[in-house]
């Protein structure tokens, strides 16, 4: 099923490298289903926008879309923080696609309050330079609730999720806890503290998921890159966002022998971040600060890398000859995602560019 109403500017087409979809390029009938690959607020811009566009060209007639969309969701930035534990990904995407994110701040929820952070700084309980805000901290008692039910992360965020019809299934990429570590100079700390507190300043010399190689996909999760038409990768962090997905055992493998194309979205724009410190990571992984090098980094699928395409920003057109001989078909659109709309518009090109 195909895309019709996509705006003109981002009406090229590029033919699947994996010529999946046949002389037509596209997809045989049925429920579309896309599987995106997502860290937080890059990926939660990203996903609103894609269900903006969908809501749009494939709808259900009840405001929602037939299109079936799975974020398949990075949780090294997960941890436990007073007894609790916290998502913040997962937890991004929920109150982004909820219409209930605080948009100024950038995280959390609008209206919110920090009284019970005060009371729990005052006992000395948790981390002093990282208050959870209140409705926030009922997000992460329901979840803690759940998970010493007995249920798996994967099955507390559906009951979690259920709450808000968010019209995007959320999976967390494994139901294992692999918490991302930061090696540095100044000690191994968790990499919330690396950010939160150190603000990237102290130099990391690299980054470790904790039991990552006992860790298993959650539920879904290949399934949800194995039966999709269509796979995206957010325009997220390479490093600790996308990277901590492709290192779960079998995620990559399922990536590399899914039958959809795979396109993904610069997180970087002319050399910089758009917010964050992917720069920093990157840094750290050797892998430059650009759309060309992240590109090359992911790799091409014709050389047994993920991407068939990959969408860098008008600013860096360049890249799009570049990328050409590893395989990567590049296309230059614009990549800030200002609100809704122009989100949409990044979605729409992302499904464009193999055709979808
Ligand atoms: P985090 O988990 O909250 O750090 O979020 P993600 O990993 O999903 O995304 C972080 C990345 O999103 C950063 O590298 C940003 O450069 C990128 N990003 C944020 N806003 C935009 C945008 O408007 N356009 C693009 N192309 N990238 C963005
Ligand atoms: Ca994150």
């Not at 099923?1 to 002389?23: K, N």
């Not at 939660?44 to 007639?61: I, Q």
């Not at 967390?172 to 603000?199: A, C, I, K, L, Y």
Request: proline fraction near 4%; glycine fraction near 10%.
């Amino acid at each position: 099923m195909a895309v019709s109403h996509l705006p003109s500017e981002y009406s090229v087409t590029i033919d699947s490298a994996h010529g999946r979809f046949g002389s037509s390029g596209r997809a045989s009938v049925g429920t579309v289903k896309i599987t995106v690959l997502s860290g937080g607020v890059g990926g939660a811009r990203f996903l609103r926008g894609l269900r903006h566009h969908l809501r749009e060209t494939l709808p259900d007639g009840a405001g929602g879309t037939t299109a079936e969309v799975t974020a398949v969701v990075n949780t090294g930035d997960d941890m436990w923080l007073s007894s609790l534990r916290v998502a913040p990904d997962l937890d991004s995407i929920m109150y982004t696609l909820a219409g209930s994110n605080d948009e100024v701040r950038g995280w959390g929820r609008t209206g919110e309050t920090e009284r019970v952070s005060v009371e729990l700084n005052a006992y000395g309980v948790g981390w002093p330079w990282f208050t959870l805000g209140d409705l926030d901290l009922g997000t992460h008692i329901a979840r803690t609730h759940f998970l010493r039910s007995g249920l798996a992360l994967s099955e507390a965020t559906a009951r979690i999720t259920d709450r808000w019809n968010l019209g995007v299934t959320l999976l967390p990429v494994t139901d294992d806890e692999v918490e991302t570590q930061v090696v540095t100079d100044e000690g191994t700390m968790h990499f919330q503290e690396w950010w939160t507190r150190h603000r990237a300043s102290v130099t990391a010399r690299r980054f470790e998921q904790r039991n990552v190689d006992i860790a298993s996909p959650a539920p879904g999760v290949l399934e949800a890159i194995a039966s999709a038409d269509v796979i995206l990768v957010a325009p997220s962090n390479p490093v600790v966002s996308i990277g901590t997905i492709l290192g779960i055992p079998g995620v990559r493998n399922a990536l590399v022998a899914a039958s959809a194309p795979i396109v993904g979205v610069s997180p970087i724009i002319s050399g910089a971040v758009v917010r964050g410190m992917a720069d920093a990571c990157l840094t750290t992984i050797g892998v430059q600060t650009s759309a060309e090098a992240v590109a090359l980094h992911y790799g091409g699928r014709s050389s047994g890398g993920l991407l068939d395409a990959w969408l860098v920003d008008d600013s860096d057109a360049d890249a799009v000859a570049a990328l050409a001989p590893a395989g990567v078909a590049a296309l230059a659109v614009p990549l800030w995602m200002r609100d809704p709309e122009t989100s949409a518009r990044l979605a729409a090109a992302a499904l464009a560019a193999v055709r979808y």
